[in-house]
């Protein structure tokens, strides 16, 4: 069975700072990798989408990479702002079952000012 | 959030009581999930809709139930057989041009004392 893991739990760093989210899934075989943003109490924010296909998706400050081989992914935040701070989850969509998307259980950041 | 609306945002049930979730979608999209939240966890799915009239059991489907009577709608029933009701319940949808994205509702925290 699939299981992904986001290392840290929590992160808190200076405003300004480059900061990288890590995730990792245990099957290789994934369809795409979906990262998404949770504020308190509210729903998921899509942030990036990257294929099974592609190495990296690039949004504004923000960079995913893949690397399949080694079932891992990391968020690049560029330039970090207080506005950043949320919980930022990913999760895989399996090859085999399509319908199934395995996430982890995030990484809580804190950028203060 | 965009066009999927969950009702109500927080709702408190007696134990014993079963209490239905409702999740209603204006994007058009064919497959529409439903996911419970713990703290500190990723999320889970319970119950998952390919098309109307038909619908699959995720990873944690017992004490829940669903239908999908219409394509704008996937209501979730828990049931007084779930033991540990209280979360965050978060509804998403997946189709039209970007068929291999999710897209989240704002969820519905439901507390059951």
């Known amino acids: 069975k699939q299981e992904v893991t986001q290392i840290p739990a929590a992160l808190s760093v200076p405003e300004g700072e480059n900061l990288v989210l890590n995730c990792s899934f245990t099957d290789s075989a994934i369809y795409n990798l979906q990262w998404f943003r949770q504020d308190p109490g509210k729903g998921l924010t899509s942030l990036l989408l990257i294929q099974s296909s592609q190495r990296e998706q690039t949004s504004g400050r923000l960079n995913a990479s893949l690397d399949k081989s080694s079932g891992r992914s990391t968020l690049y935040i560029a330039a970090s702002q207080p506005g950043d701070s949320a919980t930022y989850l990913c999760?895989?969509?399996?090859?085999?079952?399509?319908?199934?998307?395995?996430f982890g259980s995030g990484t809580k950041l804190n950028v203060k000012p | 959030d965009g066009g999927i609306t969950q009702s109500p945002k927080y709702l408190f049930r007696k134990e014993g009581q079963n209490v239905t979730l409702s999740c209603e979608q204006n994007?058009?999209?064919?497959?529409m999930y439903w996911y419970r939240q713990d703290p500190g966890q990723g999320l889970r799915l319970i119950y998952y809709s390919q098309i109307v009239n038909d619908f699959q059991k995720g990873d944690i489907a017992e004490g829940y139930s669903v239908s999908r009577e219409k394509k704008e709608s996937f209501p979730l029933t828990v049931t007084s057989a779930q033991k540990n009701p209280t979360a965050f319940y978060l509804c998403a949808t997946a189709g039209g041009d970007r068929p291999y994205e999710q897209y989240f509702g704002p969820g519905t925290r439901l507390t059951v004392t």
């Open positions: 999760a895989v969509r399996g090859t085999y079952n399509f319908n199934k998307f395995y």
């Open positions: 994007l058009n999209h064919d497959a």
